[in-house]
């Protein structure tokens, strides 16, 4: 019996195409030596760019090629099934390098074949090729091509995880070609997922650091895949689920449902404070906060203070919560570290439209507060009150004001907030 890794070459080592259902082969390459995808992303065995071939009775068609350096895989591999001028359709799910790589020479090799992209694949597809005059189709939900007794349907996901992301759906296959979604970094030459090691680490772990900020456009997505009758998703990376495919679509499902609002009544807010404090001055700060968002009932407040370090536990509260308020000292001219290692492990969660503010004690000039706000800002938060600041020990003065920007950011969560005319020598 030939052995599980054998069918990616022919008998003279050569790479070959192997066959996923009864019309789609898979065409892709396997990158077992990467270790970091994208700068930020880690692969425990590396990774593979998956490209795929369907036959239908007047023609094939190609979904997807590989990242540049494996072109040669998907060249070798395609030839192993089919020959140049067979190929009708170009189909990217994808335009980012990983899946593009190949495109410039496979357009050269299947100059009849006709490219279909998203919409929003447009203005990328002019970036990636260097080139003013491209033939293309830019196509949507309800568009589909025919090869005969095959097609390809159109699904138009955008955001998983760039704007131009789309599936594609074969309804004779009964199957998926899903991009990115539902994909990992886990090289496996056994590439099916009811014969490869397991990956479900590298399954969540993709989804939490490529998906997950953009959870509302998964749950769209899953709104027009979950109705098809489907056995099998051949993502672009990672293993091919052909065992219980629809497992993978109800995990996407759970990882993107916030879990917080089921606990909450319809008009309840959360707001949560965090702050550091060295000398105790920013602490009482942020008990007045705390004390003032307190008085409106239908805001449930959490008061926390980073001095542990461990930042990470928070990130899945932040990303469900409606306000953000944090507290910081000034030193040596800069907010403290545990507030920067707060607001970098949020890249991974979609902060949009969020309510921020920030306050804390300084002893020299504070800017650490403007500079925490400047950072909200940047990361989409509303940061419609003024910080507060306070010269080393708050008097009770202070303390009432605190107490009032605490109110003020609870009330304008609930939408409460009176307009406040612009003093101009607050914008100085
Ligand atoms: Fe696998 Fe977003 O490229």
């Known amino acids: 019996m030939p052995s599980a890794h054998a ?53 094939v068609a190609i979904i997807d090629t590989v990242k540049e350096g494996f072109a040669q895989d998907f060249f070798s591999r395609l030839e192993s099934v089919a020959d140049y001028d067979e190929i009708k359709f170009i189909i990217l799910n994808h335009l980012e390098p990983d899946h593009t790589g190949a495109l410039p020479e496979l357009l050269k090799r299947a100059p009849k074949a006709r490219l279909f992209i998203s ?6 597809l002019k970036g990636l090729l260097k080139k003013e005059e491209l033939a293309y189709t830019p196509v949507t939900t309800g568009d589909s091509v025919s090869l005969g007794d095959r097609s390809l349907h159109f699904l138009h996901t955008p955001f998983l995880h760039w704007p131009d992301t789309q599936c594609t ?50 749950l769209r997505a899953l709104e027009l895949i979950q109705p098809l009758p489907l056995t099998l998703i051949a993502p672009s990376h990672g293993p091919i689920l052909r065992d219980r495919p629809l497992h993978y679509i109800q995990r996407y499902r759970q990882l993107s449902t ?22 105790g001055n920013t602490r009482r700060m942020a008990e007045a906060i705390y004390q003032g968002a307190m008085q409106i009932d239908e805001v449930r407040v959490s008061l926390y203070d980073l001095e542990g370090g461990e930042v990470a536990p928070f990130v899945d509260l932040i990303e469900e919560a409606d306000g953000l308020i944090l507290g910081t000292p000034t030193i040596n001219g800069d907010a403290v570290k545990p507030i920067w290692d707060l607001l970098s492990s949020l890249t991974v969660v979609n902060l949009k439209n969020k309510l921020g503010g920030v306050f804390g004690s300084y002893g020299w000039t504070g800017e650490g507060v403007r500079l925490v706000e400047d950072r909200l800002r940047g990361l989409k938060l509303r940061v419609p009150v003024p910080g507060v600041r306070v010269k080393l020990i708050p008097t009770d003065d202070e303390i009432l004001e605190c107490q009032a920007f605490g109110l003020e950011l609870a009330q304008e969560l609930m939408g409460l907030r009176e307009a406040k005319s612009l003093n101009l020598a607050d914008l100085q």
């Open 119 to 124: 919409q929003k694949a447009q203005s990328m």
């Open 258 to 279: 916030p879990a917080l609002h089921s606990e909450l009544s319809p008009r309840q807010k959360t707001l949560l404070i965090f702050y550091i404090s060295s000398y």
């Open 169 to 218: 759906y074969s309804p004779e296959e009964t199957l998926l070609f899903s991009g990115d979604v539902f994909g990992c970094h886990f090289c496996d030459s056994r590439l099916f997922n009811d014969q490869v090691g397991d990956f479900r680490f590298s399954f969540e772990y993709y989804y939490a650091h490529i998906m997950r900020p953009f959870k509302e456009y998964v």
């Open 7 to 59: 069918q990616l070459f022919n008998a003279s080592g050569q790479p070959q195409a192997v066959r996923v259902s009864e019309r789609v082969h898979w065409i892709g390459a396997l990158d077992p030596n990467l270790r970091t995808f994208d700068i930020i992303l880690r692969t425990a065995n590396g990774t593979s760019y998956n490209a795929y071939l369907i036959r239908g009775s007047e023609g």
